[in-house]
């Protein structure tokens, strides 16, 4: 059974919504310090160092911009709360191929091709999790604050400033502690800490037939805030209603 309106979840969705916009821009800025280092170590002679690290740099953001019409066509299929479980699960893999591809690499020949594909093919997925997963919650977000929304939006982008200034230094100190691998490992330890709290809003509130007006019905404003816009949207509908009258009046009187 579901609960009623006022019980519904909308600030665990603006928690939510700030985490996967605080992992896709720590994903991006994690990777300022890392990709130079380990592209120095492989030694690669098919490309120049400078040219594969800005594909491995924008392969990412590529990813997002391809990616965004098909979270367009799939959300209304399969509906927003599986399209952000979907997000954050590709984030997740990609991100744990990424902490783990010179260790894979070195066991094919030859090792920095191979790794190199590796890592862009790891953050070509990351790149298409992160797209789901950030329209998914935005979209639930829309749905659920009519009348705040700028508030909202305000918090989520302190959130993305303070991820995108924290990154670069954050990943570098770790990449100085532990290597290449470990950013990315608390990288996806921390996508992975959304995933139980989708599972939960989807377990808790469901997802019908009908996903695309399942969910938008299902996340509401509270009773309260109903209530409140209640008066001002029947005052609203009289206003219009007098208004569609008053032009009518006009084109008889007008005909005549």
């Known amino acids: 059974e579901h609960g009623p309106p006022e019980e519904r979840p909308r600030y665990e969705l603006v928690v939510l919504m700030c985490g996967v916009s605080f992992a896709t821009i720590s994903l991006i800025g994690l990777a300022v310090p890392l990709l ?27 990813a997002m911009l391809v990616g965004g019409p098909f979270t367009r066509f799939l959300s209304p299929r399969v509906g927003h709360q599986m399209l952000l479980l979907g997000g954050l699960l590709a984030m997740c893999v990609g991100t744990l191929v990424t902490a783990f591809a010179p260790a894979i690499g070195r066991l094919q020949e030859p090792v920095a091709q191979t790794t190199i594909s590796l890592i862009l093919a790891a953050r070509v997925v990351q790149g298409f999790g992160a797209v789901a997963a950030n329209n998914a919650s935005f979209a639930m977000v829309l749905i659920a604050f009519e009348t705040d929304l700028g508030a909202v939006m305000g918090v989520n982008e302190v959130t993305i400033g303070i991820s995108a200034t924290s990154a670069p230094v954050v990943g570098a100190a ?83």
């Open 174 to 256: 770790l990449y100085l502690v532990g290597g290449f691998a470990l950013p990315s490992l608390i990288a996806a330890v921390l996508v992975f800490a959304m995933i139980p709290l989708s599972i939960y809003f989807r377990a808790r509130y469901g997802l019908p037939e009908d996903e695309e007006a399942a969910t938008t019905a299902r996340i509401r404003r509270p009773a309260k805030e109903e209530a409140k816009a209640g008066p001002a949207a029947a005052k609203r509908g009289a206003s219009a209603e007098a208004g569609t009258a008053h032009k009518a009046q006009g084109g008889r009187r007008g005909a005549a």
């Open 36 to 62: 130079p280092q380990v592209i120095a170590s492989l030694q690669p002679d098919f490309a120049r160092p400078e040219v594969i690290n800005g594909a491995l740099m924008s392969s990412f953001p590529a």
